[in-house]
C-alpha cells in the first residue's frame, strides 16, 4: 500500500501543471483579457449606479448606467436620451473607456507591480484565485480574482465610500453591437 501511494504521489507531481508566481499569474490574466476579442464587464460602485459594458474589437463598446445608454462604433458615438438615440461627435471618449479597454496598458504601466498570493476563495458562488496587487510605490491595493483556467473574472478595489467590484465575464464570447435604428 505504500509503494502505491508513493507511486501516486510521484505521478501527480510529474503530470501537474506547473503554477507560475502570483505576479506572473496576474499579468497573465490582463495580458489574456488584453487580447480578447470581446467581453462584458459589470462595475457596481459602492455608491452610484451599476455599469454593464460590452466590448467587442476592434472599436465597438455599449455602456448602460442608470438611465444612460452609449454605443461607441469605431468614432461614431450615440447616447439614448429620453429614450431617442441620438448621434455626435465625442471627442475623447476612447480616454474615458481606456481603463477598461486597454487591461494590458496596466502591465506595461506597472512593471513594478507587488502581488500577494491569498489563495482559494468562495467568491459569487464559486471557489477562485484571490491575489492582492498593488504598484510598488503605492499602499493602495486591490484584490484580483482567476478561475481555473487563470482567467480574470473579479476586481475588488476599496474607495471611499466602500468596495467597487469589477466582474468580468463572456470573454470571447458572441457579442453583438451595432449602430442603433432611430
Not at 491595493?141 to 463572456?170: E, H, K, Q
Not at 453591437?177 to 432611430?182: N, T
Request: hydrophobic share 45%.
Amino acid at each position: 500500500m505504500n509503494r502505491f501511494l508513493a507511486t501516486a504521489a510521484l505521478v501527480a507531481l510529474c503530470v501537474a501543471p506547473a503554477l507560475a508566481d502570483p505576479t506572473s499569474d496576474v499579468k497573465g490574466a490582463l495580458i489574456g483579457l488584453a487580447g480578447a476579442s470581446s467581453y462584458h464587464v459589470t462595475i457596481t460602485a459602492a455608491s452610484g449606479p451599476t455599469v454593464a459594458a460590452d466590448f467587442v474589437k476592434p472599436g465597438k463598446v455599449h455602456v448602460t448606467a442608470g438611465p444612460m445608454e452609449l454605443i461607441m462604433i469605431d468614432k461614431a458615438t450615440y447616447v439614448k436620451m429620453s429614450s431617442t438615440w441620438h448621434q455626435f461627435s465625442f471627442p475623447g471618449i476612447e480616454h474615458v473607456l481606456g481603463p477598461l479597454t486597454h487591461a494590458q496598458d496596466l502591465v506595461q504601466s506597472h512593471d513594478d507591480i507587488v502581488v500577494t498570493d491569498l489563495g482559494s476563495k468562495t467568491v459569487d458562488g464559486g471557489v477562485l484565485h484571490a491575489y492582492g496587487v498593488k504598484p510598488g510605490n503605492s499602499t493602495k491595493s486591490v484584490t484580483m480574482y482567476l478561475d481555473g483556467s487563470g482567467a480574470l473574472v473579479r476586481i475588488d478595489a476599496a474607495g471611499p465610500n466602500g468596495t467597487n467590484v469589477v466582474r468580468f465575464s463572456n470573454v470571447n464570447g458572441p457579442i453583438t453591437i451595432e449602430a442603433p435604428v432611430s
